[in-house]
């Protein structure tokens, strides 16, 4: 189904495509409720390897229809996600009206935004959910037919996406089955599980030495009958053997099991081994996912010791050669990766001296830090909010020569439902807020510094924080207004 066919349903009668004309043709294989008021709530979403880009998403934004903020940041993060687009409901009733900056942002996005007939409460989300999913599932029995569109829409997967990972989403949620690669030696290298709250257990079955070997075995997982089938994959021209193992609960048909070979070569071929073979690449990916059992297993694999505390750096560069590699060197056993827009490296904790004096920045670049943490959930926590918030750090702490998990937490702290102090109101002068920012958030409190940076004498910049304390009538002494006070200044830069 595409959005064509989509938009011809009963239940679709007068919906409107106010953004993405150009996207019609694209597949439809899912659509999902997502009515969430905070954009950090949406930023909790798995940001890979679930959203393969053919996902609409149904809301009313009901509880931010009059803050056209939000809905932007929340656009964006579902952009991150892959999301296809939006279908809007009870516009003229909840959300007065669509505005055209959220129109022009989707359209930049290239994401469809679909409005539903305005004025009509009585619309509900089931009617199109169960239309879309009955079209979409009565499509198994002709896979042969769409094996072309479905490699089409997997080769055209964003290049900063593990796409074999994806492709076995699309394909996963396409036959309602799941899907693992292995290597010669019976290890998993990418899986895909349907529901996803089995994989453990499919993944204990693999390790049995009995598992079953002909094709659709009947076995018993969680008191529920599943068919499994295991089968080489014919790829001779790679260097190593890989197989499928499949796990449904209705047996696969020859002509499906030989289509779903044929797709999961073709991806392998397309988009290469190293896919499969990077250790390091699985194992962010994995983190990145909430796959926690599968980034133990690799670190384990690179020699990195689990129960002991670790160091994980990010470096950002818009252009340019990767900066960790010289930190590399200073970990004994790590894990290191590098794709279109970041660097990430992990291991056990050390005294790092050298190597992270090496790393330079200009004001293009950015490096994260976070020393002696205890679990890949954190791994998971930091590289979501530096994806989501890489823009605002930047922005909020232009002269950061390294950013920490604290400083993540407090942006995080400063969002839309802040009340900042009215600086441009108590504060007659625009420089004494510029004052104000150098000195709190760029050079930790430092009159020396603030003085150099802004090419002002130590006695002006003294001169200005006794003044500005006097004007916002608050003691920087004090710890809780000093605390207000940056995080105004923070909103100030975030905001303003």
């Known amino acids: 189904m595409n959005v064509k066919d989509m938009l011809k349903i009963p239940s679709m009668k007068g919906a409107r495509v106010l953004s993405g004309e150009n996207q019609l043709e694209r597949l439809v294989t899912t659509v999902s409720v997502l009515e969430v008021s905070e954009p950090e709530a949406y930023g909790k979403m798995p940001l890979k390897g679930e959203y393969s880009g053919n996902e609409f998403v149904i809301t009313s934004f009901a509880q931010i229809a009059d803050n056209l903020q939000k809905q932007l940041e929340i656009v964006s993060i579902l952009h991150q996600h892959n999301q296809l687009g939006i279908i809007l409901y009870y516009v003229g009733i909840i959300m007065p009206e669509v505005s055209p900056q959220l129109i022009k942002k989707m359209e930049e996005l290239q994401m469809i935004l679909i409005i539903m007939p305005e004025n009509r409460m009585e619309l509900r989300y089931s009617e199109v959910i169960t239309e879309v999913l009955t079209y979409v599932n009565s499509e198994d029995s002709w896979l042969i037919e769409q094996q072309d569109i479905l490699m089409e829409t997997i080769r055209n997967l964003p290049q900063n996406q593990h796409q074999i990972e994806t492709g076995l989403s699309i394909l996963s949620d396409k036959l309602k089955c799941s899907l693992f690669l292995l290597n010669e030696e019976q290890e998993i290298l990418v899986s895909k599980s349907w529901p996803r709250s089995l994989d453990q ?39 190593h ?15 499906q099991l030989c289509s779903l070979q044929r797709m999961i070569e073709g991806m392998i071929k397309f988009f290469g081994e190293e896919q499969l073979l990077n250790t390091s690449q699985q194992f962010f990916f994995a983190c990145q996912t909430k796959d926690f059992n599968m980034a133990e297993l690799l670190a384990k694999k690179a020699g990195i010791r689990v129960n002991q505390p670790l160091d994980f750096y990010c470096f950002y560069k818009e252009q340019g050669e ?23 490296l992990i291991g056990n904790s ?5 190597g992270e004096q090496s790393i330079t920045e200009t004001p293009a670049e950015f490096l994260f830090q976070a020393k002696h943490i205890s679990s ?24 950061a020569s390294v950013f920490v998990p604290e400083d993540l937490s407090l942006l995080m702290d400063v969002g839309t439902n802040f009340v900042p102090i009215k600086l441009l109101q108590y504060l007659k002068e625009a420089e004494m807020i510029e004052t104000l920012a150098a000195y709190f958030l760029d050079y930790d409190e430092s009159i020396n510094q603030t003085a ?40 100030y830069r975030k905001y303003c």
Request: aromatic letters at 12%; zero cysteines; charged letters at 25%.
């Open 376 to 399: 890949f959930a954190i791994v998971h926590q930091q590289m979501q909010l530096i994806e989501n918030n890489l823009n605002d750090l930047i922005r909020v702490f232009p002269k």
């Open 241 to 255: 053997g890989y197989s499928l193992s499949v796990f449904r609960k209705e047996p696969l048909s020859d002509s």
């Open 201 to 239: 257990h499919l993944r204990g079955y693999l390790q049995q030495s009995d598992a079953a070997k002909q094709k659709n075995a009947v076995i018993e997982l969680q008191q529920l009958l599943y068919f499994y089938t295991k089968t080489p994959l014919e790829l001779p021209t790679l260097h």
């Open 452 to 491: 150099e940076a802004l090419f002002l004498h130590n006695n002006t910049i003294k001169y200005r924080l006794k003044k500005a304390q006097e004007q916002l009538d608050v003691s920087f002494s004090h710890t809780s207004s000093r605390y207000l006070l940056v995080k105004s200044l923070i909103h």
């Open 322 to 344: 990767g900066r960790l590699k010289e930190l590399v060197k200073e970990y004994q056993n790590n894990l290191y990766y590098q794709d279109a827009k970041f660097e990430w």
């Open 350 to 354: 050390t005294s790092i001296k050298k």
